[in-house]
């Protein structure tokens, strides 16, 4: 965090947990970052929960993609 900087290996596996607490402690570009990986992630089968989650967290990125 304090690097500004994240590997990738971290967000494969925790990119929501980084998200909320980057969201938490109002770290913007980490949160934005997280956002993108989410996105360019996205399954079919976690659209519903990812859609939630992102409402939870007022993830402005990963609800303006249109995904259709």
Do not use: P, W
């Not at 994240?6 to 970052?33: D, G």
């Not at 990986?37 to 303006?64: N, P, Q, R, W």
Request: proline share 0%; aromatic share 12%.
């Amino acid at each position: 965090i304090y690097m500004a900087t994240i590997e990738r290996t971290l967000f494969e596996k925790n990119a929501r947990e980084i998200l909320v607490i980057a969201e938490k402690y109002n770290i913007v570009n980490l949160k934005e970052e997280c956002e993108q990986f989410i996105c360019e992630t996205i399954t079919i089968k976690g659209f519903i929960s990812l859609i939630l989650f992102a409402d939870t967290y007022h993830c402005e990125i990963i609800m303006s993609v249109r995904y259709l």
